[in-house]
């Protein structure tokens, strides 16, 4: 009788205590990131408040808020779009050529040495760019205005220095390089081998296996790739602040020696001399900086997201 | 009979020869591609001497004409299919060649300019009372040290645990929101954390705050995305599989991930961390406004401002003062010592990685 009138011993999964300590942890972890960008949004807000509510002819240039910060939000955008132009085909050879091409024990070094490359500081770059970078282009905008002028991208007159736009552009380019290609590599390697060794098997040759196998498993991840290397260049600052030889306004001409300047490299510029007022309109212009890059990374994610299924790692 | 009698027929059938209707296999030889793309590239160089010597031009008339040489012969040879992929390998070999040259270029440029301070005063003076000669970068090595020190400290931890309830424990909203926001976050330009950093300390401490521990906090906020995105990919990749079998065996959720998933996945962790580091120890930006700079030696990053060795590269070359050679030699050096810090940093995790990955199959 009183073991029939017991209640019923329901099997409650255990609690442990570790797994309690480390879920709430690992939970916390993900919770302070979130207070920490609502920090960043909100400090930069407050910050920036007085510039956008001081009047028009006290910001520095005298054409208000929007006129000090549109030529530096074009500049930003020029420079990286050209960055991205020419480093997002560069890195996806690069990838394909250590995943596929070279010698396996060549192949091994060259990772190596691309992980290495992806980590140089940023002001180094900066240093390249103006001892070498710069003068070995020079001779190119020369011919490039000589012969290419009509187009207005080229249409000088040729900076004698290099110090120009595209310079400023094609060193980002270097800089991204790694990012974007390390990545790709990563993803490219991974591509399932028993595909490959399918689609080898049926006798693709290695560029119809490429594309079947390869490039549609590793496509998510060579635009992630290209989305943090462009958020690089978006922000780039040192580098940029170094060689391009910035005089404000906006123009498509990209071998002459003035220049758009972009927000990141104008606020290094300007932020260890400025007090007051100057210190909250670099806020600003940061904080469009924020909105742009989020805008962009946005974007990048809506586009990975819809690939997802394809990719790796599930 | 008639077995055998059909067969004796058969030759006279067959009257038209085999290798009529069987596709034939010729393919180069194995050296005939490189050799066709050098007899292309020399043409490309003769004709960029013929009209007047310009390196950029140079190089697209050499990948085009090797190219070509290659695509055409391989054609004629090996049909479309081949052609079209010894066509691929030459771009890709190109574009490989070719995205090498500036980064060699680096490479050579600061160690041949680096090379000439990298001596025993460098590592051990200070820019205290130095004009001109001399000086050296002690005091910013030092800083580096201490504020990435202090930066990894804060980052690591909450990086780790963030990818790992990400991966592990993570679902519906939470988990949403806090891959997006990382993803965000991973696009913060360097110097909007600085700038928040600033914002930060200085409603606290008022305009014109700077310490070693606003860059510290400054170079958190880029290096805790970084730590998550690379770590929560890693262990995204340890097959289900395992952990499946861990829990079949009894072994608790919190037991699992430290014993099974994190020691499957320690290779690519300790890279992911190391990347992290090394990214940011050679951020500039944020601590150009957050830290500043000073010629004399601060280890303490509560109080005032430090001296950092991308941040005194960058003054050494910008404003060199005069004469300028010294302080611009003197940059050069700390770009080489700063390159060098991070290649003992990527190769010590390629070191511990190599000893701590687990076997795997292919």
Same mark, same amino acid.
């Given at each position: 009788?009183?073991?029939?009138?017991?209640?019923?011993?329901?099997?409650?999964?255990?609690?442990?205590?570790?797994?309690?300590?480390?879920?709430?942890?690992?939970?916390?972890?993900?919770?302070?990131?979130?207070?920490v960008?609502?920090g960043?949004?909100?400090?930069?807000?407050a910050?920036?408040?007085?510039?956008?509510?001081?009047?028009?002819?006290?910001?520095?240039?005298?054409?208000g808020?929007?006129?000090y910060?549109?030529?530096?939000?074009?500049?930003?955008?020029?420079?990286?779009v050209?960055?991205?132009?020419?480093?997002?085909?560069?890195?996806?050879?690069?990838?394909?050529?250590?995943?596929?091409?070279?010698?396996?024990?060549?192949?091994?070094?060259?990772?190596?040495v691309?992980?290495?490359?992806?980590?140089?500081?940023?002001?180094?770059?900066?240093?390249?760019?103006?001892?070498?970078?710069?003068?070995?282009?020079?001779?190119?905008?020369?011919?490039?205005?000589?012969?290419?002028?009509?187009?207005?991208?080229?249409?000088g007159?040729?900076?004698?220095?290099?110090?120009?736009m595209?310079?400023?552009?094609?060193?980002?380019?270097?800089?991204?390089?790694?990012?974007?290609?390390?990545?790709?590599r990563?993803?490219?390697?991974?591509a399932?081998?028993?595909?490959r060794?399918?689609?080898?098997?049926?006798?693709?040759?290695?560029?119809?296996?490429?594309?079947?196998?390869?490039?549609?498993?590793?496509?998510?991840?060579?635009?992630?790739?290209?989305?943090l290397?462009l958020?690089?260049?978006?922000?780039?600052?040192?580098?940029?602040?170094?060689?391009?030889?910035?005089?404000?306004?906006?123009?498509?001409?990209?071998?002459?020696?003035?220049?758009p300047s972009?927000?990141?490299a104008?606020?290094a510029?300007q932020?260890?001399?400025?007090?007051?007022?100057?210190?909250n309109?670099?806020?600003?212009?940061?904080?469009?900086?924020?909105?742009?890059?989020?805008?962009?990374?946005?974007?990048?994610?809506?586009?990975?997201?819809?690939?997802?299924?394809f990719?790796?790692?599930? | 009979?008639? +077995?055998?009698?059909?067969?004796?027929?058969?030759?006279?059938?067959?009257?038209?020869?085999?290798?009529?209707?069987?596709?034939?296999?010729?393919?180069?030889?194995r050296l005939?591609?490189?050799?066709?793309?050098?007899?292309g590239?020399?043409?490309?160089?003769?004709?960029s001497?013929?009209?007047?010597?310009?390196?950029?031009?140079? +190089?697209?008339?050499?990948?085009?004409?090797?190219?070509?040489?290659v695509?055409?012969?391989?054609?004629?040879?090996?049909?479309?299919?081949?052609?079209?992929?010894?066509?691929?390998?030459?771009?890709?070999?190109?574009?490989?060649?070719?995205?090498?040259?500036?980064?060699?270029?680096?490479?050579?440029?600061?160690?041949?300019?680096?090379?000439?301070?990298?001596?025993?005063?460098?590592?051990?003076?200070s820019?205290?009372?130095?004009?001109?000669?001399?000086g050296?970068?002690?005091?910013?090595?030092?800083?580096?040290?201490?504020?990435?020190?202090?930066?990894?400290?804060?980052?690591?931890p909450?990086?780790?645990?963030?990818?790992?309830y990400?991966?592990?424990?993570?679902?519906?909203?939470?988990?949403?929101?806090?891959?997006?926001?990382?993803?965000?976050?991973?696009?913060?330009?360097?110097?909007?954390?600085?700038?928040?950093?600033f914002?930060?300390?200085?409603?606290?401490?008022?305009?014109?705050?700077?310490?070693?521990?606003?860059?510290?906090?400054a170079?958190? +906020?880029?290096?805790?995305p970084?730590?998550?995105?690379?770590s929560?990919?890693?262990?995204?990749?340890?097959?289900?599989?395992?952990?499946?079998?861990?829990?079949?065996?009894?072994?608790?959720?919190?037991?699992t991930?430290i014993?099974?998933?994190i020691?499957t996945?320690?290779?690519?962790?300790?890279t992911?961390?190391?990347?992290?580091?090394?990214?940011?120890?050679?951020?500039?930006?944020?601590?150009?406004?957050?830290v500043?700079?000073?010629?004399?030696?601060?280890?303490?990053?509560?109080?005032?401002?430090?001296?950092?060795?991308?941040?005194?590269?960058?003054?050494?070359?910008?404003?060199?003062?005069?004469?300028?050679?010294?302080?611009?030699?003197?940059?050069?050096?700390?770009?080489?010592?700063?390159?060098?810090?991070?290649?003992?940093?990527?190769?010590?995790?390629?070191?511990?990685?190599?000893?701590?990955?687990?076997?795997?199959?292919?």
């Amino acid at each position: 009788m009183t073991i029939t009138s017991a209640p019923p011993e329901t099997p409650r999964p255990k609690r442990r205590v570790g797994d309690r300590v480390f879920a709430g942890s690992t939970t916390g972890a993900g919770i302070l990131i979130l207070l920490v960008l609502a920090g960043v949004a909100g400090f930069l807000m407050a910050e920036a408040w007085p510039a956008v509510t001081a009047p028009a002819d006290q910001i520095p240039g005298g054409d208000g808020l929007t006129g000090y910060i549109a030529p530096l939000i074009f500049g930003t955008l020029l420079a990286a779009v050209i960055a991205l132009i020419v480093a997002t085909p560069l890195a996806v050879a690069i990838a394909l050529y250590i995943t596929y091409y070279a010698p396996r024990r060549l192949a091994m070094a060259m990772g190596y040495v691309i992980d290495l490359l992806a980590a140089i500081p940023s002001v180094v770059y900066g240093f390249w760019g103006i001892a070498t970078l710069a003068p070995a282009l020079v001779p190119f905008y020369v011919w490039a205005e000589e012969h290419l002028g009509f187009i207005p991208l080229f249409a000088g007159p040729a900076s004698a220095t290099g110090r120009t736009m595209l310079t400023a552009g094609v060193m980002l380019a270097v800089m991204i390089l790694p990012i974007i290609s390390a990545i790709s590599r990563e993803v490219f390697s991974q591509a399932p081998a028993l595909h490959r060794e399918a689609a080898l098997a049926l006798g693709a040759t290695r560029w119809e296996m490429i594309k079947m196998a390869v490039l549609p498993y590793g496509k998510s991840g060579v635009i992630g790739g290209a989305m943090l290397g462009l958020g690089r260049a978006l922000g780039e600052t040192l580098a940029i602040a170094i060689v391009l030889s910035a005089s404000g306004g906006i123009t498509f001409n990209l071998i002459s020696s003035s220049n758009p300047s972009t927000i990141a490299a104008n606020i290094a510029l300007q932020f260890p001399e400025s007090t007051g007022l100057d210190v909250n309109t670099l806020i600003a212009s940061g904080l469009a900086l924020f909105v742009i890059t989020l805008a962009v990374n946005m974007v990048a994610r809506w586009i990975v997201n819809r690939r997802a299924d394809f990719s790796g790692a599930n | 009979m008639t +077995v055998t009698g059909t067969q004796s027929a058969t030759p006279g059938t067959d009257a038209p020869p085999p290798h009529g209707l069987v596709r034939q296999h010729r393919s180069l030889p194995r050296l005939a591609p490189a050799g066709l793309f050098g007899l292309g590239a020399v043409a490309g160089i003769l004709i960029s001497l013929l009209t007047g010597f310009n390196p950029v031009l140079a +190089v697209v008339y050499t990948v085009v004409l090797g190219t070509l040489a290659v695509y055409v012969v391989a054609r004629s040879v090996e049909g479309t299919r081949k052609a079209f992929d010894r066509f691929v390998t030459c771009i890709v070999t190109s574009a490989f060649a070719l995205a090498m040259v500036p980064l060699v270029s680096l490479v050579w440029t600061v160690l041949s300019r680096g090379l000439k301070r990298l001596d025993g005063e460098f590592f051990n003076s200070s820019m205290l009372g130095i004009v001109g000669e001399g000086g050296g970068a002690y005091h910013a090595i030092l800083g580096t040290l201490i504020i990435t020190g202090l930066t990894a400290v804060i980052s690591v931890p909450i990086g780790l645990l963030t990818a790992i309830y990400l991966v592990e424990y993570g679902t519906g909203r939470l988990k949403k929101a806090i891959t997006f926001l990382v993803d965000v976050m991973t696009g913060i330009p360097s110097i909007v954390a600085g700038l928040f950093a600033f914002a930060l300390f200085a409603i606290f401490f008022g305009p014109g705050i700077r310490l070693g521990i606003m860059g510290a906090v400054a170079l958190s +906020v880029l290096m805790i995305p970084v730590v998550v995105r690379s770590s929560e990919e890693v262990l995204k990749l340890v097959p289900n599989e395992l952990r499946e079998a861990a829990y079949a065996l009894g072994v608790p959720k919190w037991r699992t991930i430290i014993k099974v998933v994190i020691p499957t996945a320690i290779a690519g962790l300790a890279t992911a961390v190391t990347l992290a580091v090394a990214r940011v120890i050679g951020e500039t930006a944020p601590l150009l406004i957050t830290v500043g700079i000073i010629n004399g030696t601060n280890v303490d990053p509560f109080d005032g401002r430090m001296a950092t060795l991308p941040v005194f590269a960058y003054y050494q070359l910008t404003q060199p003062g005069f004469p300028p050679e010294y302080a611009i030699d003197r940059a050069w050096t700390a770009a080489l010592v700063l390159i060098a810090l991070v290649m003992a940093l990527n190769i010590a995790a390629r070191l511990i990685s190599r000893f701590f990955a687990p076997k795997t199959g292919r």
